[in-house]
C-alpha cells in the first residue's frame, strides 16, 4: 500500500475506499483540477503491485448526474465523480488521508467505474 509520511513522522497507508486530499493539476479540458479531495477506487492489491492509485474526484457541486455517488455520511461533502477516474503516482502527488467512505458508497461508485469500461455485446 501507498502510504506518505505525515507532520509525526509516521506514515499513512493508503485503502480502497479511502477519502485523500491531493493536488490533481495540471489537468486539461473537463477534468476536475487543483486541491481536492479524491476516493480512491482501485483495490489494495492493484495500489501495492503498481505503486499507484486508481481515484475519482470528489466535487462540492451536486449534479445529480448518473455517474456521480453522493457523499452521505461522511465528513467530506459532494459528489464523486465516477467518469473521471483517474490513475495518479501517489509518490508525485502528496497527499493526507481525510476519511474512509461506507461500504455502500464505495460499492456504488466502484459499480459505476466498472460499468464504464466492461464489455458489452
Request: proline fraction near 6%; aromatic fraction near 4%; charged fraction near 20%.
Amino acid at each position: 500500500m501507498m502510504s506518505n509520511k505525515t507532520k509525526q513522522g509516521t506514515k499513512q497507508k493508503v485503502k480502497q475506499g479511502d477519502i485523500i486530499k491531493l493536488n490533481l493539476n495540471p489537468t486539461k479540458g473537463h477534468e476536475q483540477a487543483g486541491y481536492r479531495p479524491v476516493l480512491v477506487v482501485s483495490n489494495d492489491k492493484f495500489n501495492t503491485m503498481t505503486n499507484m492509485l486508481l481515484v475519482c474526484p470528489i466535487s462540492s457541486t451536486i449534479n445529480n448526474f448518473p455517474t456521480h455517488v453522493k457523499l452521505n455520511n461522511t465528513v467530506t461533502t459532494g459528489e464523486i465523480r465516477c467518469e473521471q477516474v483517474k490513475v495518479l503516482d501517489p509518490n508525485t502527488h502528496p497527499y493526507s488521508i481525510i476519511e474512509s467512505v461506507p461500504r455502500n458508497i464505495l460499492l456504488e461508485a466502484v459499480d459505476i467505474v466498472y460499468g464504464s469500461v466492461e464489455v458489452i455485446e
